[in-house]
């Protein structure tokens, strides 16, 4: 017999809806690609300081919405390393590599696959490879993460 | 105001999702990128779940407004270029070693704990330096 579906797939999936039911308000209403990076990107370096309201309470809602659903949740723990190192290195990759791409995970991923867009699938599938090798080496070659 | 209404139930809707998906725990994130591990599928469910709604979304874009005034994006060109694979490899690197992107990274500094805090101003560091190594990069290896 099998199993039945692995309640974190569902809560996944459920979780994905909301994900995306976002980016269609943000697009539909305001004109905008909901892309983090983007989103951050242009306030950091200032390219998008005409819209920084917008963007700040943007990034307000992503911030305080999961506050609320905390008891909706197994265990609020995002089981994240305590290397101080690791984390810095990453934070700069992450940082440096999406806005070198114009687009992360939400803006090419979400946004870009769901219009087939050429740009966000190939950064998709570059993204991925990348993280699947990091996983590899400092995992299973290095065993830090 | 109505701007800015929307941007936040759709900044709301993201981090919500972002939360009950799970996409913020550092494991399940690693632990789809893990195929040589123990693999786990929940990302997929995730991607998924939110390129339905986009998918419907565009849908509505050709020929119309958005809501609240203004236009559409322009979208670019479909063009693979040297920023795109080079930025798209370098952020994977970074998701890979710490289980986190752009917009977990932002939903979780409620509750993921200091180390949330500083992936977050090292990201924040990293994208303040990007347009001068443009510059340099462009200068030591011009972009076609």
């Known amino acids: 017999m099998m199993n039945s579906i692995p309640i974190d797939w569902i809560w996944g999936l459920v979780g994905g809806l909301l994900i995306g039911t976002g980016g269609a308000v943000y697009l539909l209403a305001n004109g905008r690609i909901m892309g983090a990076s983007g989103i951050l990107g242009g306030l950091v370096d200032r390219t998008g300081w005409d819209t920084w309201k917008e963007r700040v309470v943007f990034l307000l809602g992503v911030f305080l919405l999961p506050i609320p659903l905390y008891p909706l949740y197994r265990e609020v723990d995002t089981h994240v390393t305590g290397n101080w190192a690791v984390l810095i290195a990453a934070g700069l990759l992450v940082g440096i590599g999406t806005r070198f791409a114009n687009g992360c995970t939400s803006g090419h991923g979400v946004c870009g696959i769901s219009r087939f867009s050429l740009r966000g699938i190939v950064a998709t599938v570059f993204y991925i490879i990348a993280g699947g090798v990091a996983v590899i080496i400092f995992r299973h070659l290095l065993g830090i993460v | ?144």
Not at chain 2, 54 to 59: D, L, V
């Open chain 2, 1 to 144: 105001m109505q701007r800015l209404f929307y941007a936040f139930v759709a900044g709301g809707l993201f981090g919500a999702g972002l939360f009950v998906s799970g996409m913020t725990d550092t494991t399940k994130v690693q632990g789809w990128l893990d195929v040589f591990g123990d693999w786990d599928p929940t990302l997929a469910f995730v991607m998924g779940g939110a390129i339905i709604p986009m998918f419907i979304a565009w849908r509505f874009v050709p020929g119309r407004k958005p809501l609240v005034g203004g236009d559409f994006p322009k979208l670019p060109r479909p063009e693979v270029n040297r920023d795109l694979v080079l930025g798209s490899t370098l952020f994977g690197f970074g998701w890979g070693l710490a289980g986190l992107c752009p917009g977990p990274s932002v939903a979780s500094l409620s509750y993921g704990g200091v180390g949330h805090w500083v992936f977050f101003a090292a990201m924040m560091a990293g994208m303040a330096i990007t347009p001068a190594l443009r510059v340099s990069l462009d200068r030591a290896v011009p972009a076609e």
